[in-house]
């Protein structure tokens, strides 16, 4: 739920809901109190405005006993001057926190109660006409009702009898009344209250505290957790898009890792593979310094080696500088035209040269027509060959080695196959041999050399020339690499 439609809803819940409870509580007040109170006392209302009327509930509360006194007056006027009728009569008025007084003239000859009430403030004969719902109200120290029976007793003499009523012992379930309906009140008010602060922390409270965990995992440099977003609000999608970013931050931060522990190994291979030409290096020049090379030959040897070693030296360095610039991809391409014939057999006398002085023997089949163009950059498709048959030279474990070139006309295409017969890969290798830093034998390629970077350059740089590149071997037989380039054709103008 969105946060403007769960902040409207939250309004209406305050408006609405304690209204709701508080007239639905009223109501099952009101029925509960009315039926109790005319029950109990027999006085009958319909509503609470009639029981919130003072003067009108406390005239009815006493209606009963008026009307009995009012038929006792008429009958026999003389029972009001029996102690014994007036006690009992009295005992029923307290009942209801009222009581009697008889008044025969001006002589009060009983009174069944204390309250302070002056006798100028009972009213005198005949001024109150028989009613038992109505009365007089003495607003005074002590508020009362009094209700009046005017009679003559036997000897002539007039006589009144008064029902007195007071306001300070009202009805014990009507002042209950009000704190049952504060306490209703403020139980509304709980539960009302209750009911948004559940709601509110479910959809607010508890996604801005995963949020807070989450930022403080995040600068703990911990990423191995997940942030859960259950809805469609605007915290969810907050919690969403911080996941987002943590997974981003964990994958880039595994990047950095993977990317840092192969610039580790890319600099111990490279210093590996230093140490040997430059213990070389080393050891004829020292020759010659001291004089071990003393001979023509010998020296003309030793500067060789020493010429080797360093030409060595120099193609790994050539090919970390590469390797850098493959990494932010900023390989400097120079594309041309390029004739396939041409261009490899001149690769092929090159390479020739040096298998020859290895005792390897080489093989060069060209089978695409002699006009067969390419678009290429010349000195990085070089590289690619060197690199491929470079890296077959050093796993070449037979007596007579071989290495065979073959160039195919494949449709669009034309295919690059150089083939040896070298130790092989084993076929659990195969997918990763153009992975960076990736060694099938990590204790042969260490005594062989190499940085482990040579397959992972050859592939980069077809592929930016739109290629493909894939091998395939055979253990103890030998491996061929395959690679594809599209050849070069002219767009004929429309005629």
Same mark, same amino acid.
């Given at each position: ?11 209406? !819940? ?21 039926? $109790? ?26 209606? =009963? ?30 009942? =209801? ?23 100028? +403030? ?26 009046? !029976?005017?009679? $003559? ?110 610039? =580790? @190994? ?17 050891? /004829? ?28 030296? +120099? ?27 041409? /261009? ?5 006398? @090159? !390479? ?24 290429? +950059? ?10 491929? !048959? ?8 037979? $007596? ?96």
């Amino acid at each position: 739920m969105k946060l403007k439609t769960r902040l409207t809803v939250s309004f209406c !819940i305050i408006i609405f809901v304690p209204i709701f409870l508080s007239v639905f509580v009223l109501s099952a007040y009101q029925k509960f109190q009315v039926s $109790t109170i005319e029950e109990t006392y027999g006085v009958k209302a319909e509503n609470y405005m009639e029981l919130m009327n003072p003067v009108q509930l406390l005239n009815q509360y006493t209606k =009963k006993n008026y009307e009995f006194l009012l038929k006792e007056a008429d009958a026999n006027p003389e029972r009001f001057l029996e102690q014994e009728f007036l006690e009992k009569a009295n005992r029923d008025l307290q009942k =209801k926190y009222s009581y009697l007084i008889v008044r025969k003239e001006e002589e009060i000859v009983y009174s069944g109660g204390d309250m302070g009430l002056k006798e100028e +403030d009972l009213p005198g004969y005949g001024e109150d006409e028989p009613d038992a719902v109505s009365g007089t109200y003495v607003d005074g120290d002590d508020k009362v009702l009094i209700k009046q !029976i005017n009679l $003559t007793f036997q000897d002539k003499k007039r006589g009144s009898v008064f029902i007195i009523t007071t306001f300070y012992q009202i009805l014990p379930e009507l002042k209950g009344l009000v704190m049952d309906i504060c306490i209703s009140v403020l139980l509304i008010l709980i539960l009302t209250a209750a009911m948004l602060i559940i709601w509110i922390y479910q959809g607010i409270i508890r996604p801005i505290k995963r949020l807070k965990a989450a930022t403080v995992n995040i600068r703990q440099g911990n990423l191995d957790f997940t942030i859960e977003s259950d809805g469609n609000d605007e915290i969810s999608e907050l919690c969403a898009s911080f996941e987002e970013m943590r997974k981003r931050l964990k994958e880039s931060s595994e990047q950095q890792m993977a990317s840092e522990l192969e610039n =580790k @190994e890319l600099i111990s291979n490279i210093a590996h593979d230093l140490k040997t030409p430059i213990t070389t290096v080393k050891g /004829y020049s020292e020759g010659l310094l001291d004089g071990v090379a003393d001979t023509p030959e010998k020296q003309e040897k030793y500067i060789r080696m020493i010429n080797s070693k360093a030409s060595e030296m +120099d193609a790994l360095l050539n090919e970390l500088t590469l390797y850098s610039k493959i990494d932010t991809n900023r390989i400097p391409y120079n594309f041309n035209r390029l004739n396939v014939a041409d /261009y490899f057999e001149d690769c092929v006398e @090159e !390479i020739g040269m040096d298998l020859e002085t290895r005792n390897i023997g080489l093989s060069y089949f060209n089978y695409t027509d002699n006009d067969v163009m390419i678009i290429a +950059d010349p000195e990085q498709l070089k590289r690619v060959v060197n690199n491929i !048959i470079g890296n077959s030279m050093k796993y070449l474990d037979k $007596t007579q080695g071989f290495i065979n070139i073959r160039i195919k006309d494949v449709g669009d295409f034309i295919q690059v196959e150089i083939e040896d017969n070298g130790r092989g890969i084993a076929a659990k290798d195969l997918p990763y041999v153009f992975e960076r830093f990736y060694r099938a034998d990590a204790s042969r390629n260490s005594a062989t050399g190499g940085s482990g970077i040579g397959l992972s350059i050859v592939k980069k740089i077809i592929e930016d020339h739109g290629g493909k590149i894939w091998a395939t071997s055979k253990e103890s037989v030998g491996t061929v690499m395959y690679f594809v380039i599209r050849k070069y054709q002219e767009v004929m103008p429309n005629e």
